[in-house]
């Protein structure tokens, strides 16, 4: 396996000695080539250093990790987001189908990271994700993120308000968007219902997750009528919650 050319920026001495201690105790061939405190040094160095791999920090002094990504030519590197608990920047990050790591930084989820890492083969959709990550930024609310997901046809971006349903269909979802045609993602309704749990959205049956603002009407036959004229059943088991996220 070769080695990976990686660059740590963060302002916290501890968490880069950290990252790097456990970089090399990992055996992972990750080379990390440079490691820098202050943003604006760190943009000087990358582009001569060409890493294809950059641990940032979202929170620094000067200017932050988002703010520095806009100096940078960000398609050729992947990046993973440092941060301490900002839910946030952390929904943002994941509707933008990029990764990031919680302060203290624990060995499980780095292994896990850089093994999604590994897995991608288009570092090319890298800067497409940045910028959606900074619509998401300046966005007011969640409802009015993007979502970044594979599809059939290339990734897209779905915006979370024009999201009707999600329609289970074995290992891939049917993600059906309002005044559109609908779209086959390539992730299972178990993996989109924990991205958009912060979202509006309430799991009516086993193979239908809906947008509560896109429902109509509950029928007495425990039908949803939706903005688009579908109709999802909700299961005897969901029923009562769904009454209760209506009716609130």
Do not use: C
Not at 93 to 98: E, H, M, Q
Not at 154 to 168: S, T
Request: proline share 2%; no cysteine.
């Amino acid at each position: 396996m070769r080695k990976i050319r990686a660059v740590i920026v963060d302002d916290d001495v501890f968490t880069r000695e950290d990252l790097k201690d456990k970089l090399g105790e990992l055996d992972i061939n990750i080379d990390v080539v440079a490691d820098f405190e202050h943003p604006l040094e760190a943009i000087e160095s990358i582009n001569r250093l060409e890493p294809e791999l950059l641990f940032l920090d979202i929170q620094m002094p000067i200017m932050n990790g988002f703010e520095m990504l806009d100096h940078l030519d960000t398609s050729k590197f992947e990046v993973i987001f440092i941060t301490s608990y900002n839910q946030y920047a952390i929904q943002a990050i994941l509707y933008s189908a990029l990764d990031y790591l919680l302060k203290p930084l624990k060995e499980a989820e780095l292994v896990n990271a850089l093994q999604r890492f590994r897995e991608k083969s288009e570092r090319t959709l890298t800067s497409s994700r940045i910028s959606n990550l900074q619509y998401n930024l300046r966005a007011k609310a969640h409802e009015e993120f993007q979502l970044v997901i594979p599809t059939r046809t290339g990734e897209r971006q779905f915006a979370i308000n024009q999201i009707v349903r999600l329609e289970a269909d074995s290992n891939y979802t049917w993600i059906h968007v309002l005044r559109t045609a609908k779209f086959l993602a390539s992730k299972t309704l178990k993996e989109l219902e924990e991205q958009l749990s912060d979202s509006n959205f309430i799991r009516a049956h086993k193979s239908h997750l809906v947008n509560l603002k896109h429902i109509i009407q509950l029928t007495q036959e425990g039908e949803l009528i939706l903005r688009d004229n579908s109709k999802v059943e909700v299961s005897r088991r969901k029923l009562s919650e769904v009454k209760a996220l209506l009716h609130n």
